[in-house]
Structure formats: structure tokens, C-alpha cells
């Protein structure tokens, strides 16, 4: 957001953003439950100035809605597998509501264990990751989660998008400070991304993705339009991307990203796929100093000079809003009060 749209934005609190968010979800077919969990979620993505999916996010979310694509009163039937393994079946509705209903038995499954697994299928996941597993951390466990998406990457030296962006995250409990948190794609830029470039008519950087043609290119128009993202760092990032495609959906029993077919659809633009969870007990490694460990790590990669660590971003732009309030642009605040 430019200084000038900051000065005359329309300020939000958290709650007060939440409430909005979940009026648009309500109006637009979700339950009042699942609403509340999508709210919390959206309005968690802008505050922390997780731009590609925070309230860019909610035209999105309702022509997937208004498609018939996704339910979103949708209610998550949870699977006890045995053991440490849990499974649920989102039955067509997005993956934070799954997750949420979930979430107890694996946090206890977690504990009983040192460690669970959860594994969501036929979910829904149009957010960032980092909201998933960050609350696993505060609780002083450590959390990975694995979320394939649609069909935009092409595997490295190759032709055909099939991966999605495919994230991970990773959350680990930190002594006296917030957790260490990173939420990455798999793909050199989130799909997201790229909408926001094409809208502000921006180039990308070299490398990103090519055109329908398969030729290198920085216009993210021509990679929305036909072409595709690149996966990062060559071979090894389309190996991670395959690796969540396996974790996602193989193993969960999700579409994979290139699978699902939306085309009946109109609008539809959620992913329908599968997500994985594994949260661990760090007491369960017999080392009650887990967390100063962690610290000692952070702060050991700061004095080698790394200025900036994953989450100190997030946790500057959290602050600044829990105290300002969260900035909308009076186009976007307009655009949100246009779907209630
Ligand atoms: N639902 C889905 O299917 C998908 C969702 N996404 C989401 O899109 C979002 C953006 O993904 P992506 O483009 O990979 O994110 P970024 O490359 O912007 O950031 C990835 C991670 O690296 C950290 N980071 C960024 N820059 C630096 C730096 N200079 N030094 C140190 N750390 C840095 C970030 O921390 P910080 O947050 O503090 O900036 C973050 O943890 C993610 O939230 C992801 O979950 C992506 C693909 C698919
Ligand atoms: O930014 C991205 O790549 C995506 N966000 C939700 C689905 C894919």
C-alpha cells in the first residue's frame, strides 16, 4: 500500500475486520461456524500483511462459493485412524474448518504420542499456511503442515504445469519470544503474487515462470495467461513440490493438483486437495530446554548476519496493527462492503 492510500485508509480492528469478514462469508453460503474460523483466518493474513491472502483474497472466495464449486457449511467428518493417525474428510468445505475440528483430538493424540499426524482430504485451502500451524506453537509443540493446491508449475526442465504452488510450513516454540514460523511456496513466487503484479502492472523478477510457450518471461499476465510458475531453486524446489504433492494428496487421499476438474465451475477458484499435519511433542526428545535451544539457533543465524528471520516480517506488520488497526484502502473497505 502506497504512504498516501496508509494516511487515508480506513482503520479496522481486528475484531471489528473479523465481524465483516464473516458477514461476507454468511451472506455468500457459508455456515455461521466455518465463517467465523474463515474470518479469523482472512482478517489473521491482512493484519500480518499477508497480502497475497488476506481480503485480496475474498472475491475469490465468494465466485468459488457462488459456483457451487466448494460448501462452505460444509461439516468435517473426523476419522479416528488408530494410533497417532487421524484423518478427516472435509466433505467439500475448506480445509480450516477440517482442521479445526480436529484439532483437540490431535493436539491430545500429539501429547499421548509425541507425535500425530492429521490428514485432511477433499478440503479446500485458499489461505496462507503460517495460521495453521503458529497456534501448535504456542501450545510448545512443533508443527509441519504440507498443502498441494492447483495445477500452475511445471516440474523443472519440463512442459506441463502440475504442481501447485505447494507451501510448507513450520512452526517451532521459542523461549520469551514468538515462535519460529516460515510458510513457503514450493514455486518461486505464490500464485497470488503474480495476480497482484499483473493488477499493478508490475514485471517480475527473471526466473519466475514462462509463457504459454514455454519461453522465459517476467510479464505475469502471460504466466496467468497460459503459461506457468517455475519451481524455486530448480530441480531441488520441483522435488519439494513433488514431496507435497505425495504428503497432500497421495498420502491423505486428496486430489493431486493437476487432477481435479473445475471446469463444470464457473468461478470456481479454491483448489480442492488434501493437507497434512505432523505436530510433534519436543518433550518427548528428552530435552526440556527445546525452546532456549531454539532461541539459542534464531539468534545464532541473526549474529552471522542474517538481518531478518521468517516471521519478523509478520510479527512487525501484527503489531503495527494491533496498535493502529488494521489499513484498508477505501477501494478495497468498498470492495469488501459490496458482498455483504
Ligand atoms: N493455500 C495455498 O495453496 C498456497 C498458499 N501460499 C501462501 O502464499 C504465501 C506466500 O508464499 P511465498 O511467496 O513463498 O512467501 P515469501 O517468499 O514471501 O516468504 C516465505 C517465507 O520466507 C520468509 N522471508 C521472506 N523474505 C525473507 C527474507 N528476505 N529473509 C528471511 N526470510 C524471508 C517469510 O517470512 P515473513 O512471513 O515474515 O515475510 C516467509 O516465512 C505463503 O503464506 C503461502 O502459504 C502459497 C502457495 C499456495
Ligand atoms: O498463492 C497461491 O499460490 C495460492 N493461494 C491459494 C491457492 C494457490
Redesign the pocket.
Known amino acids: 500500500m502506497q504512504q498516501a492510500e496508509i494516511e487515508t485508509g480506513i482503520r479496522l480492528s481486528f475484531e471489528k475486520l473479523v465481524a465483516l469478514l464473516a458477514r461476507i462469508f454468511i451472506r455468500n453460503g457459508v455456515s455461521p461456524e466455518n465463517a467465523g474460523v474463515l474470518a479469523e483466518n482472512c482478517a489473521s493474513c491482512e493484519r500480518d500483511g499477508s497480502f497475497?491472502?488476506g481480503i485480496f483474497r475474498i472475491p475469490g472466495y465468494v465466485s468459488s462459493l457462488k459456483s457451487g464449486w466448494v460448501d462452505g457449511a460444509a461439516v468435517p467428518a473426523v476419522e479416528d485412524a488408530g494410533g497417532a493417525f487421524i484423518r478427516v474428510d472435509a466433505r467439500n468445505g475448506f480445509a480450516q474448518p477440517a482442521l479445526m475440528a480436529a484439532r483437540d483430538l490431535l493436539i491430545g493424540r500429539t501429547k499421548e504420542h509425541g507425535i500425530a499426524l492429521l490428514a485432511l482430504r477433499r478440503s479446500h485451502?485458499?489461505s496462507a499456511l503460517w495460521p495453521d500451524v503458529e497456534p501448535f506453537a504456542d501450545e510448545g509443540l512443533v508443527a509441519l503442515s504440507f498443502v498441494n493446491?492447483?495445477a500452475c508449475v511445471v516440474p523443472h526442465g519440463g512442459h506441463k504445469a502440475i504442481f501447485?504452488?505447494n507451501p510448507i510450513a513450520f512452526a517451532a516454540p521459542r523461549r520469551d519470544e514468538p515462535p519460529f514460523v516460515f510458510d513457503q511456496?514450493s514455486s518461486a513466487l505464490?500464485?497470488?503474487d503474480v495476480q497482484i503484479a499483473a493488477r499493478e502492472g508490475r514485471l517480475l523478477e527473471p526466473g519466475m515462470g514462462v509463457d504459454r510457450n514455454g519461453e522465459p518471461t517476467r510479464d505475469p499476465k502471460a504466466i496467468l495467461d497460459g503459461g506457468a510458475l517455475l519451481p524455486f531453486g530448480g530441480h531441488k524446489g520441483g522435488s519439494i513440490a513433488l514431496m507435497v504433492e505425495i504428503l497432500g494428496a497421495a498420502l491423505t487421499g486428496g486430489y493431486f493438483s493437476g487432477e481435479f476438474d473445475w471446469s463444470e465451475f464457473k468461478g470456481a477458484q479454491t483448489?480442492k486437495t488434501g493437507q497434512l499435519f505432523i505436530v510433534i511433542d519436543p518433550e518427548r526428545g528428552g530435552n526440556d530446554v527445546f525452546r532456549d535451544r531454539v532461541s539459542e539457533i534464531s539468534a545464532l543465524v541473526r549474529e552471522a548476519g542474517q538481518e531478518r528471520l521468517p516471521g519478523d516480517r509478520r510479527m512487525q506488520s501484527r503489531t503495527r496493527s494491533m496498535a493502529g488497526g488494521i489499513v484498508l484502502s477505501q477501494a478495497n473497505y468498498d470492495m469488501l462492503r459490496s458482498y455483504v
Do not use: E, Q
Open positions: 497475497s491472502h485451502h485458499f493446491s492447483m501447485g504452488t511456496a505464490a500464485n497470488g483448489p
